[in-house]
């Protein structure tokens, strides 16, 4: 019974691979929770910079253990969609930062929100990775449709660049606060609290700001999700590459977050690199095809990758040398 759960076929891998690969993520994460912070406080930036090294080289030292067991072009692949993910995550950083400007949700707290984001993420890749497997074994012309879809969103990313998110349209609020009860200010680092009703006198369960919060920066990850999973998938259709390299990309997300923030105006053109990369990495099917290859090269994709982020990178933080970070927004916590 015990050898059948390490050594059987789980998605074209070893379940030993599935198990070391998940014992990693959960020690991380209870390294994390359980030691680093254990108590709320505040996470600087050198901190911030520090734990992001740590869990990249965790990253890549994975990425060793992928070119041990499988082999060098899976390790290409592994790292490319480790670099892809970790970029289109920083789509995401800005996102969160808007969304914790808007419910003004100080330092302190930020780091247990996007704690329980991250194991809410974990959980909601597996799925749509999971189905995305599923579709793509079931019928390879999937792939063609992802990467047609990547082509569109690239240009629309481009097209779309100098427009932000307006956090307090998202329909989502309005929805929330009309079916639940939800108190004007934040109750600490509460998500929920036990309050009395004004209307009955009876005490009742609020959801509090930090709650939507946390909502929002889901509902914001399975929308980056529709991009970052066809974007993986249009680089290899091997599950344990997609999900291990996804994963890993974000464990570091949490980390990177609070230093990326802190300097978001300097990043002001990356969309622009980085809709580019996303009509790259669709393109790459056409044009392995057109070439008659079977897949286009890993080697070659990873050096494009790398090449294309550090324009993006690069010109970002030359034309915006010298800028001052702006204001912090206005909150829009209150009802």
Not at 157 to 179: H, Q, S, T
Not at 298 to 322: D, E, Q
Not at 324 to 335: H, L, V
């Given at each position: ?107 302190l ?44 969103t ?26 639940m ?18 209307k009955?006198?009876?005490t ?93 090269p ?25 800028d ?12």
């Open positions: 019974m015990i050898e059948s759960l390490f050594l059987a076929d789980f998605l074209g891998k070893p379940a030993w691979m599935w198990w070391g690969f998940l014992g990693i993520v959960v020690a991380l994460l209870a390294f994390d929770l359980g030691v680093l912070h254990r108590d709320n406080r505040e996470i600087e930036v050198r901190e911030s910079l520090v734990l992001s090294a740590g869990y990249i080289a965790m990253g890549l030292g994975f990425g060793g253990l992928v070119w041990w067991n499988l082999g060098r072009d899976s390790a290409v692949e592994y790292v490319t969609g480790f670099v892809v993910e970790k970029t289109l995550a920083m789509d995401n950083v800005f996102v969160i930062a808007m969304i914790f400007a808007y419910f003004a949700v100080p330092r707290y930020q780091h247990r929100v996007l704690f329980w984001g991250i194991l809410g993420v974990i959980v909601l890749r597996a799925i749509m990775i999971g189905l995305g497997a599923t579709l793509v074994a079931q019928f390879s012309w999937v792939l063609y449709i992802f990467a047609a879809f990547l082509i569109v690239g240009v629309k990313m481009w097209i779309m660049a100098d427009k932000e998110y307006d956090v307090g349209a998202n329909p989502l609020i309005g929805w929330m606060k009309r079916r009860r939800v108190t004007e200010t934040l109750e600490g680092e509460k998500f929920f609290v036990r309050k009395p009703d004004p009955t006198g009876k009742v369960t609020w959801a509090t700001p930090l709650f939507l919060a946390l909502v929002l920066i889901e509902i914001a990850d399975v929308i980056f999700a529709v991009d970052s999973v066809p974007a993986i998938f249009a680089i290899t259709t091997d599950p344990f590459i997609v999900y291990t390299s996804n994963i890993f990309a974000i464990l570091g997300l949490r980390a990177l977050y609070f230093a990326l923030a802190a300097m978001v105006h300097r990043f002001k053109y990356l969309k622009y690199a980085l809709a580019v990369l996303l009509v790259f990495i669709g393109s790459k099917i056409f044009v392995a095809d057109l070439m008659g290859l079977d897949k286009f890993p080697a070659w994709s990873l050096s494009i990758t790398f090449a294309i982020l550090a324009a993006g990178v690069g010109y970002s933080l030359w034309k915006t040398r010298g001052a970070a702006p204001a912090p927004a206005k909150s829009g916590s209150g009802a």
